[in-house]
């Protein structure tokens, strides 16, 4: 559900994350926020939920996919690390139109695991 005025429910879940977002932005150590549950449970819908009230509060947001082989943690922060650079160069540029560093991995990446 991409839209937040037809969002339901998830109160709970989402006083939950109002906290910690509201955490974050005083200094504090970050916290991370795991959404589970089975399919069809609407895991997708608040995500979107949490990604715009972030998004609101000026954070800056970032997705990843792990798929069946990305149990190494090495695998995990590459991928949170090729998102973020994307997320923050691609708001910089927007701000401006310029961006001190590239988008893409620094060569060292290359000796990462594909």
Known sequence: MRESSVF?????????IRYELGQAAVNRPSVCVVLHGPRAAGKTSLLNATDRLARDRGFTTVRVELVEGDGEPIVFYRKVYEELLASVTETLRARDGTAPFSSHCPPYSASWPA
């Open 8 to 16: 339901a429910g998830r109160k709970h879940e989402q006083e939950a």
